[in-house]
Each structure stands twice: as C-alpha cells, then as structure tokens.
C-alpha cells in the first residue's frame, strides 16, 4: 500500500528533476546500512497513525508487522549508517540527491555467541525478496574488467581500444527514498552483477562449452555477492576492487546516460551534476568519468579534467593506516587496464605540475604521488581528482590538514573543509523513541521536528522539577522494554534502576572496548573484597561485531561473555553489577538501545574515532556521554558545557606526540598502579572463570605489544571518571538536568545540519519542490 501511495510521487519527483534540470548530487557508497524501512516510511508519509489505528481494528499489531521486514543490513558499521541516515535528510530537505551502490546478495553477516565465541551466520536478506526495490532491467549497462588496451592514433587523435575483456551485465535495483512532509521521492540504486546473456549461452553448450559458460556466471555473479565485513580495515582482495569499479562504473555510466537526455553539451556536467564519494572506496570514479569523457565524448585531456575534478568531492573517513586503500599497481593493472593508464597520466601530470609550481624536488613527491612504491593510494587520487575534501568532524579535519594530507593541504587549502556528520532525528528519535518525541512535542510543540535546532526550547525545563519526572518516566518506559527483551531472549533479570552503561560499536581495538572491560573487572574486585562496597548498581551492555578474521577482537568478545556468566552469577556481589552481551548489533537492535542508555561510553584513543555517530544517537536520546575528547565528541562538549559530560583521558595532540616517540613507557604504568597489575593478572592466571591461556593474547598486546591503543595509560583516568558518574548518578535531579541539557543541545547533531552544508558549501544544489 504504501509503495503505491508514494509511486506517483516517485516519477512525478524524477520528471520534475528532469524539467526543471535543477543540479542533483549521487552518493557513491559502498555501504547503505539502511535497517528496516517500513515505520520510518509511514512516519515519512504522515501515515503511520493511520495504519496503526486501521490495523488495530483489524486486530494485527504493526509493531510485530514490522518484524517481519529484514533489517537492510548492506554496511558494516558508521560509515554506512551515515549514508543511510544522509539519503534520510536530503529527501527530507527537497534535495535532489540519490544513492548510488551495491546490492549486496548477502550483508553483513548475523551474529550468535556460541560458547561464549562469536558465531558468523550469512545473511540472506533477500530470501523471502524484498519489497521495496524495483529492477530496471531495461536500464542496464555493461561494465569491462581485464582484456588488454590498444593505443592508435587516428586522423592525429589517440584512441584507446579496449579488447579481450570479460563483460559484466549491471542491473539496477530501485529503492525509494521517501521525504518527510513533502512529495519528494528519491531513489537509491543498487547494482546487481549478471551475466550478459540472462542465461548462459545455448550456443555453448552446444559447442561443448558448458563448464565454461557455467564458470562465467559464477565469476560474474560473485561481484555483488557479498559485503566484505571488515569496518575500518583494508583488506585489499582483487574481489574488492571488481566490486568497486563495478558500482562505479555502472554509477557514472547512468549518470552521463541521463544527463544527455537533457539536450545539453557534455561540457555543462558539472553544472547539473556532483558525485561526492564516501571514503576512497569509490575514488576509481575519478578515473572512470575521465575514460567517458576521453573516450567516448572525445574531449581532450584539460577539458575532461576541468569537468571530473568540478562534479567529484570527496570525504575522508579515517587516518588509520591499516584502513586507507592502496592497490597493488599490478593488480590494478590487469584488473582495469584502460583505467590504470589513466590514473597514471593523472600521476604523471600532477607531479610535474607540483615540481614546477613549488620548485620542489623529486624526493619530496612522495607524500603526494598517486602511485608510488608499486601501489596506487587511493586517498592521494581521491585528493587529486576531487574539488573538495572533508573530514567528518572538527577534530578529524584539522588532523588531516596538520598530519595525513599535510602536504597536499599545502598545496590547496581551499580545498578542505569540515562536515562534522550527523544522524537523522526522524529515525533515531521519533522512531526510536516516540516516547520522548512525544513529550517533547506536548511541551515545546511540534517545530523541532522540522527544525531540530528548536530542540534547544526544552533547555528553559531543564531545571522543571515535572518536566523532570516525565524525562524520567520515558526513560525508565525505555529501560523497562530492553530489560525485557534481555529476559526474554537471554533469561537474564536486570534491574530497570541501575545505571545502563552501554557501549554497542563494532569491536575494535581503537575503540577500546578493553578499557570499559578492565573497569568491569576493578569494580568487581572492589565488590568481591569488599561486597558492602558503596556503588549505585550498574548494568553494562555490549554489543558489536568483531571482523572474521580479527582475532584480537574475537578475543575481546568472549572475555565479555566470560566475565558476564562469572559476574551475574557470583553471590557475592548482590546483584550490584551485571554484565550483558547482545547478539547481532544492526540497526534494529540499536533503535531498542539508545533509548534506555544512561550512559554512552565514547572511549575511542583519541585522533582515531573520526567522528562516531553512535554518541549523538544517546545524546539524542537523553544519554549522558563518557568519552575522550576523540570525534564528535569534541564538539558535543562544547555544545553541552563540560558539567553535562564526563571527559578524560590523553589528547589526540599527547598521543600523537607519543607515536613520534615509539610509545610510552608500558612498564611504569603497570608497575605503579596495583588496581591494573591485578586485572592484567587476571587475564592470564585463572581468575577469570573457565578460562585457561586464551587471553594471553590480550595480555601481550597491551605489555609486550606496547599497548598501541594507551588502554593502560587511559585506565586510571578512566577509573576516575567513572566515579564521578557514580557520584552524579545519585543526584537524580543533577542527572536528569544534564540529560535534558544533552538533548537540548542535539540538534546540531541532526543530519539535516550536515546536509544543508554539503548542499551549499560543496554540491552547490538546491531543495526544489515537488507539486502534489
Ligand atoms: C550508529 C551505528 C554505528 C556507528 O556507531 P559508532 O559508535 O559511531 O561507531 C554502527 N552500527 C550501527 C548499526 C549503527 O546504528
């Protein structure tokens, strides 16, 4: 019903598009963490109290229709919720944007604990299909891997003759993406990877070719298989980059395919057209709308340039050295052959361009070359071919001008700026927690939900001792729903009146799940020495999901699982602190939990969280944040004031200076602070119930491993703030000031925001109204 609701909206939005031949920007993604779509349509449409009320009668209960839905789970983790949640906010605005990307047969994998390990379980979304994508057989096109390039020239102009390659059918997969309160309806494509011939050739067979043609279709189908479920790590599998230039050449195939219908010279592209890419995933984009422009418009070099490098932007989305993408130049090479010629030419000439215009000497290209020591950084290409480059919080950009792209900020300060990132309001408040949005929408009315910065009217109730009790009400409401969701799936009774201290992200040494862990422990040993120990009772839940492959990782995840059955169960404490793993952390589950957080434990080693969206998720939802002055979490202490935050912890500045040093001194911490000697022994020496040497790994990686992520070095300072939080919690009127305070002060952290500024500072588009 509601696909037919919107569908006329949808064309009447593409021919408005069309008529009005308005500039639109496609969002180049690897990843679309999309989660379920069904509720935040009707909230979208205006008609989610319609239906709630027509299927009540008919005794169905929406909320369990909704189940029912699988949750698009087409990303790993931030990054793909952002360009979900930015899909959200341009439809939102009026804004022409769409989404370009994979359709990914199998997500990101389902995660169980078995034996207190993960478990992965492949995802098969699509099984039962799914409702809201449309195929567009008929707006196919071809995409060429391999072969090998001839270069001739005819009648003085070179061309390029592409031959010997394998051919790969892109078929696109519409979904709508559905405005709040207005008739836009955007799209977001997906590509799905055929076979040229629908089914393999008969001819073949004939022949005696049927193995062949057989390995034909199981190569090519296995180009939109699967999602590789690294998050923040570069695996650099040849599969990867098929991937990568498949969507991507499809993409910008379409785009060009469209935009000659309008009747206008290919040289106005960039007038009517941004491509922004998300992370360098996309970046062989640079290289692709050169080749069209080359080769197939015939426009020369400096032409084709001028026009790539005005339509693509780009955003960086990590500094971390094991993330950033660099392609074997061999591999490179025989995978995309014309494509590799051109990301060459372009080295070639912005080296002797820099050499000429800084009078710099060879040596000194090497921070800035594309291809260098056999491989193709794409981070360097994505820069070089981009009219626009921004980090995604304050913090994380200034590192890049100072540090990573130091050499090229140089070079082109104009071309970097910040875009701190964002969640939509719509899914991570109304629908998450209607609870509050109706409150909210009973004391400051209803103006917040189109301008999320009026969210800033309740601070005058910040200190309303009624509006207080009502915050309170909704909160202990939400709490109350995932304290029986944790019954009744894990049979485990948590008190709705302790303090919920959450951390749920992908597990990540960065992000130092560890150091939450050893706090655990402290806590635990103060309560077993000393079980009248005067704590306001706690329940930690985790949730994330370690990469296959990351054993460090996998290796925190059971030590979790083994401290909870330890800890639940132990007498002794009196049920004073609990411990939770949930399985299979996606976007549904964390539409249950950011609601009933108290707590939100953003305690990334400083300069390595870019931004993190999870933070403005439970600041959004009343959350108080304890973290390090790590990403956004900069600037929500700036927007909260340092009494509604608990900050500590090593600079970003501090440790860095410790990078260039080789470290610190992991020894004295550990010899100095008996509290972290115990825990570290623990690890190793039998305390921990049931284990044996499986944590010896752990253990070296902090001590004999240099502790890279400065979870000892972070662990007292950490302690401390943890009984400032204590202290505060028991001022309940204190905490529930500061929590209305954290929501207040929100709405900068909707996506709305950030994409209002891509809008006018990078893509240069406007919202343009689509008639009912
Ligand atoms: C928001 C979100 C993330 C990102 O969380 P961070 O804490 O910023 O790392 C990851 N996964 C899912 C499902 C999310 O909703």
Known sequence: MIRDYISARWIKTNKVYTETSEKQVYYFSMEFLLGRILNTNLINTGLLDTCQTALAE??????????????????????????????????ALGLPGHGTGIRYKYGLFEQRIVDQQQVELPDNWLKDGYIWEYRKADKAVTVKFGGTVQMRRINGRLTFEHSGFEAVRAVPYDVPIIGYGNNTVNTLRLWNAEPIQAEFDLACFNRGEYLKA??????????????????????????????????????????????????????????????????????????ELMRILLDEEGLSWDAAWDITTRTVSYTNHTIMPEALEKWPEVMFKAQLPRIYLIVEEINKRYCNEVLTKCFCRQEQLAGIAIIAGGNINMAHLAVVGSHSVNGVAAIHTEILKKHLLQPFYQLHPGKFNNKTNGITHRRWLIKANPGLARLLNDTIGECWIKHPGDLINVLQ???????????????????????????????????????????????????????????????????????????????????????????IAKQVIKLINMLAEQINRDPVIREKIKVVFLENYSVSLGELVFPAADVSEQISTASKEASGTGNMKFMMNGALTIGTLDGANVEIKNAVGAENIFIFGLTAEEVMTFYRQGGYSVWDVYNKDERLKTILNQLINGSVRGAQEEFRSLYDSLLYNNDEYFVLKDFSAYVDAQTLLDNAFRDQAGWLGSSI???????IFSSDRSIREYADDIWKIRPVIIPG
């Open 461 to 551: 109730y910040r200190d309303d001792p009624a509006f207080k009790q009502q915050i309170a009400a909704v909160k202990q409401h939400n709490k109350a729903l995932l304290a029986s969701y944790i019954k009744n799936k894990y049979g485990l009774t948590i008190d709705p009146c302790a303090i919920f201290d959450v951390q749920i992200k992908r597990i990540h040494a960065y992000k130092r799940q560890l150091l939450n862990i050893f706090h655990i422990m402290d806590l635990y040993n103060r309560l077993r020495q000393d079980p009248a120990c005067d704590i306001v009772p706690r329940t930690f839940i985790f949730a994330g999901k370690a990469a296959p492959g990351y054993y």
């Open 741 to 747: 305070h954290n929501i207040a002060k929100a709405g």
């Open 58 to 91: 008919l005794g169905i209960d929406l909320a369990g229709l909704e189940q029912q839905e699988p949750d698009a789970g087409l990303g790993n983790g931030g990054l793909g919720r952002l360009a979900a949640c930015f899909l959200d906010s341009m439809a």
């Open 214 to 287: 057989v390995e034909y279709k199981h190569w090519v189908e296995r180009v939109s298989m699967i999602l590789y479920p690294d998050d923040n790590y570069d695996e650099g599998r040849s599969l990867r980059l098929r991937q990568q230039y498949f969507f991507v050449s499809a993409g910008v195939q379409s785009i060009i395919r469209r935009f000659k219908k309008t009747g206008l010279p290919i040289r106005q592209l960039a007038d009517k057209v941004a491509i922004h890419i998300n992370d360098t995933h996309p970046a062989v984009a640079i290289p």
